[in-house]
Each structure stands twice: as structure tokens, then as C-alpha cells.
């Protein structure tokens, strides 16, 4: 940690909320400012790279000006009034739960950025990739930073657009059909969520999340919480994807571009289970503990639901695509996630704020290694890439299949690396479930999650076994192992999937006080 001014702390976050739309807006300039290249494209690509590398710079900067002593409370606050009539204001600030999905998000971001600037997915001008690009990532960021509920619906609804450019003009087969679904489907449910927003700000007077956090539901009566949590609770469990609300994710991966993929995984799921511990817990606790047990019914579900289409995609001679089969498997693990979350327990809400950043780390390093696999190969589907490889990635492309088998292993919650932590105390938080709800219900709940992580470890492990191993056949054809760019886009995710799996108190550290204090009445 290092002594920065509170009002250096300010700048720097309202740099990270608001630089990439600056930056968004240089890349459609006829030449971006101040950088060159071989040629036109190869500029406004480098210059999506430096805009992406300076708001990760300043993200890194603000976690280490961060008062690691008191995460329970809002740092680098800014409080203007921008619509007095409404009484909404620019509020900005983060806190040990919101800091390291904005550090995620930077991180990610500047990967797909870098990634993107050696493998430009083919499609339109780069003008409109990078300003697209620039712009779902200032979106997230808002969505993380942001206090007043109206304008974290804004940027809750900002990040739409773009994604379905990118999936749309950049995407794969079946990418129109893909990015419709996608935008009607979180379109409708960001309608419902938007009226449940009005109706908490028009019955406490104010849309200041701290402010109604604080309060903890006390101006709000049993009926309006309930009615609240139904309607937002719609929208973010859209976006989450909670099942059965998920059967546009599938269809969005398998479309998107690799670094699509990559964001839509690894940022832009965490902004549905971010609203339910950062609006539905603390202001509407009532109506909150009222739905508790479907929610986590719900989860348990998609848990299973999710392992077991991943097993059908897995399966040999199955027409089994890899980037739907890892979509599959981020509705279990958001499963796991919402689970933590129905707890309304310090450690299931840990768990579920620990398995998001684990999830955002290793399905978009997952999603990149798949993305390689198809630049070599020219497919995903399981098949086909086992006739590719002949099953023997390890022999052909030895890093890339190492690469792959440590992602996978991750991914199933291996002790030791990141996944294992969330899911475990989101399990935990289920055996031990708050005073208000049924404690049978929640440990059959947990028993069910429990099993759910048998079932990820088979598919996966059949899919390391169909892709990686077998004996190299003779006169294969070459397979091009992890070259330099790569290595530097994965090599962030590998170290953190490792640093946060050794050293879990360095999330909880940050997390466990600002949710004891969330949960016990709201944030200072």
C-alpha cells in the first residue's frame, strides 16, 4: 500500500470510469493522436493497446493507494449533483468488494486489447473494434464504481451495444441470431430491473446506494422490498445468467470473437451477481431473505443443468463445440456464485465475490486457449479437433496442451489454485445459512452443489483426455505452439489463478470486512 491524496485517488478513479470513452472517441479520429504504425490499422490498434494499458496502470495505482486497513469504507469519493429535480447524483467509489472487479476488468480488458493487436479478428474497419472495445470497458467499470442507482442502471444498459457490435459484425457462424438474442434478452429483463430501481428511489426518497444501504430497508415496507427484489432481481439474474434465464449465453460465446468471449465471461456476468450484494442485500434484506431459498434453488439447478450439458458436449461423437461446452460451464459456476449469495452469510457472500474473480480469471483464459486452438485448427468442435491433433495436444503443441490441462483443473476447483476457494465457502455458507432461513432446505442445497462438482470434474477431464492426450501420429501436421503475444496475455492469468489459489486472504482481505459491515447495515 502506498500514501496517495484522497484527491489523487478521485482523479485516478474518475480516469479508470471515464478514459476509455476519451479514448473510444480518439479511435474513430482519421489517425489517433500521437502513435504510428506500418499502416492505418495497425495505429488505431496500438492506440485501443495504450488506452487500455494506461486505465489498467491507474487501476493498479488505486489498489495500491487503497486504505487496505478500512475496505469496509467508500475511498476516492466523488459526490456531485447532476439531476437535482431526481436527486441523482455523480457518485463514485469503491470499496474491498467492488476494487477487484475493477481491477479484473482493467486487467482483461488490456489483455484482449494486446491479444487483439497481433490477432485482429477478421471483420470491419479496427476503427469501430477498438472504439467498441473502449466502450464496454468504461461501461463495466462504471457499473463497478458507480453509487447512485439510475446511473448504475445506465451503465448497467451501457455495455449492450457494444457487445452486440462485437458479436455481431465480428463474430463467427451464427452471430446476427446470437447478438439479437443476447440484446433482447437482457433488454427485457433490464426493464423489469429499471422499474424496481424507480420504485426503491421514489419510496426512500433517494437513489444514494450508501445512503439506502445504511438505512438497511428500515423506509421501506415488507411489500415494496419484495416487490423490488422480484423485479430487480429479473435483470441481474439475466445478465448473471441464472437458469432457466440463460439459453442466450450459449449461443453468444460460441459466436463471439475469442476476446468477446473473453469479456462476456470474465466481466460481464459479474455485473449481475455485483448488483445482487450491492443493491438487494443491503437495502432490501426483507424481501430479499423472502427469495432466498428459490434463488439458491435456482443455483443448484443450473449447477447441474450446466455439468450435465457440458458431459452431453463432452461425450464421444458428440457434436460437442468447445466454446459452447465452457459456456455451459459458466452456468454452473455462476450457479455456485448465486448460491454463496442466497446464503446472505459473510462466507457464502465471500465465496461467492471470490468465485467471480476466479471465474473472470480462468474461463477467460480458458476462452483465449480455445480462440488459439481455432487459429490453428480453423475449429472448436471436439471432434474435429481430435482429428486435428489426434488427440495428442501434448505431443504436437506441448505448452498449449499444458496450458489447457492447467486451465481445466483450475476450472473444476482443484485445491491450491482459485477456483477451489469461492466454491468451497459458497458450500459452506449453504451448511451454515443465515438464522432467517431453513436450514434443512440450504444443506440439501449444498449437497446438490456438492455433487455438481464431481460432474465438472468429469467433463472436463474428458475433455483434456479427447484433445490432449494419445500418441502423436505420424507425419501429423505442424501445430504452432504458444507464441510470444500469447504467452504475454496468459501468463497474467496463469500467476493470479495461482497467487489467489496459494494466498486466498488476498481477496478476503479485502472482501470479508466490507461484507460483514454490508451485511450487518450498510456501507460507511
Known sequence: MIDINESVMQFLLAFVVVGPLLGAAAALLPAP??????????????????????????????????????????????????????????????????????????????????????????????????????????GTLATFAVLDLLLFFLAFEMVLIPMYFLIARWGGEGRTQAAWKFILYTLLGSVVMLLGLLLIGIKAGTFDMVALATDNGRSLTTSVQVIAVLAIGLGLAVKTPMWPLHSWLPD???????????????????????????????????????????????AVVGIIYGSLACLALAKQGAKGDLKRLIAYSSVGHMGFVLLGIATMTPTGVNGALFANIAHGLITGLLFFLVGALKDRTGTTDLDS?????????????????????????????????????????????????????????????????????????????????????????QQAPKLADVRTYEFAAWTPLVALTVVAGLWPKTLLGLTDPAVQQLLAGGTR
Do not use: N
Open 33 to 138: 493522436p500521437g502513435l504510428k504504425g506500418k499502416s492505418p490499422e495497425q495505429a488505431v490498434l496500438r492506440h485501443g493497446v495504450t488506452v487500455a494499458g494506461a486505465v489498467l496502470i491507474a487501476a493498479i495505482v488505486l489498489a495500491l493507494g487503497f486504505d487496505h486497513d478500512q475496505p469496509s469504507k467508500m475511498q476516492a469519493t466523488t459526490d456531485i449533483s447532476w439531476i437535482p429535480a431526481l436527486d441523482v447524483r455523480i457518485h463514485l467509489g469503491i470499496d474491498g468488494i467492488s476494487l477487484p472487479l475493477l481491477v479484473l476488468t482493467a486487467l482483461l480488458t488490456f489483455l484482449c486489447a494486446l491479444y487483439s493487436y497481433f490477432q485482429m479478428p477478421p471483420g470491419p474497419t479496427p476503427k469501430a473494434f477498438v472504439a467498441l472495445l473502449l466502450v464496454l470497458e468504461s
Open 252 to 298: 453468444a460465446h460460441t459466436a463471439a470473437p475469442t476476446v468477446g468471449s473473453v469479456l462476456l465471461a470474465g466481466v460481464l456476468l459479474k455485473m449481475g451477481t455485483y448488483g445482487f450484494v450491492r443493491i438487494l442485500l443491503p437495502i432490501t434484506p426483507d424481501g430479499f431473505a423472502d427469495f432466498a431459498p428459490y434463488l439458491a434453488a435456482f
Open 385 to 473: 479437433l481430435a482429428k486435428e491433433t489426434g488427440a495428442a495436444l501434448y505431443g504436437k503443441a506441448p505448452r498449449l496442451g499444458g496450458l489447457l490441462a492447467f486451465a481445466a483443473v483450475a476450472s473444476l476447483g482443484l485445491p491450491g489454485l482459485a477456483g477451489f476457494w469461492g466454491e468451497m465457502l459458497a458450500l459452506f455458507g449453504a451448511f451454515e445459512p443465515a438464522d432467517q432461513l431453513s436450514r434443512p432446505a440450504f444443506l440439501t442445497f449444498m449437497t446438490i452443489g456438492a455433487f455438481g462438482t464431481l460432474l465438472t470434474a468429469a467433463y472436463l477431464l474428458i475433455v483434456v483426455r479427447r484433445v490432449c492426450m494419445g500418441a502423436v501420429p
